[in-house]
């Protein structure tokens, strides 16, 4: 878009997302042109098969909704927005988590819920979807950013959701601290973990820390 298209777009979505608050159902024109191009964007990615292509896919198509997205976060009022909800998705599939956690930030406070596709809650989905992103990431030696983990952690706490999701997040976190050598902050979330899901999978990286833990003991 040219930069006047660019400002006119800008100025309907912030209109948009001024005509609801929580609990209400975003409406109007530009609204429904924008779930229009969620729908054919949709139906896109539904034609692909592969994985891959597919997050290509996302990661080409998402500028398109940034003037959505910024207008939404400045001006909305909180109402329901299917397309905002699903842009925080595909986020987090084409691994712009920052991104993501930008939007969700907005979703979690004025709580949003994610179109029906999804079955669940958009606390359990953000945790579910980013740590099992970032320990497939530590399995290949491309840690994610610790800083993104612990700002999901401080963004969820106390929302409720299965404690094999929270498990995962710790975990997530407690493998990033271990990398990162901070190993009192892996024990502290890898035992988390343990005593949240006892089939975390995390006990022998939880022995490996106290380990080393008190190997740096007995050098000091």
């Known amino acids: 878009?040219?930069?006047?298209?660019?400002?006119?777009?800008?100025?309907?979505?912030?209109?948009?997302?001024?005509?609801?608050?929580?609990?209400?159902?975003?409406?109007?024109?530009?609204?429904?042109?924008?779930?229009?191009?969620?729908?054919?964007?949709?139906?896109?990615?539904?034609?692909?098969?592969?994985?891959?292509?597919?997050?290509?896919i996302?990661?080409?198509?998402?500028?398109?909704?940034?003037?959505?997205?910024?207008?939404?976060?400045?001006?909305?009022?909180?109402?329901?927005?299917?397309?905002?909800?699903?842009v925080m998705i595909w986020n987090i599939d084409a691994g712009q988590y920052s991104q993501a956690l930008d939007i969700a930030e907005y979703v979690l406070k004025h709580g949003l819920t994610l179109p029906d596709q999804y079955q669940r809650d958009v606390p359990t989905a953000l945790v579910d979807e980013v740590s099992d992103a970032a320990?497939?990431?530590?399995?290949?030696?491309?840690?994610?950013?610790?800083?993104?983990?612990?700002?999901?952690?401080?963004?969820?706490?106390?929302?409720?959701?299965?404690?094999?999701?929270?498990?995962?997040?710790?975990?997530?976190?407690?493998m990033g601290a271990k990398a990162a050598g901070d190993l009192p902050a892996a024990q502290r979330h890898l035992e988390r973990a343990l005593q949240l899901h006892s089939g975390a999978g995390c006990k022998r990286d939880l022995a490996d820390v106290e380990r080393l833990i008190k190997k740096q003991e007995a050098q000091a």
Do not use: C, F
């Open 1 to 56: 878009m040219t930069p006047a298209q660019r400002r006119v777009a800008q100025v309907r979505a912030a209109q948009a997302a001024a005509t609801a608050e929580a609990g209400q159902q975003l409406v109007g024109s530009a609204y429904e042109l924008m779930l229009a191009k969620l729908a054919t964007d949709k139906r896109r990615l539904h034609e692909v098969q592969s994985i891959e292509r597919k997050i290509d």
């Open 58 to 86: 996302k990661r080409e198509i998402l500028p398109e909704y940034d003037e959505w997205v910024v207008s939404v976060l400045d001006s909305g009022r909180g109402g329901q927005d299917d397309v905002l909800t699903t």
């Open 135 to 174: 320990l497939a990431a530590q399995r290949q030696d491309q840690p994610m950013d610790l800083s993104l983990l612990l700002r999901l952690e401080a963004m969820t706490a106390g929302l409720d959701m299965p404690d094999q999701a929270r498990a995962r997040l710790h975990k997530a976190i407690g």
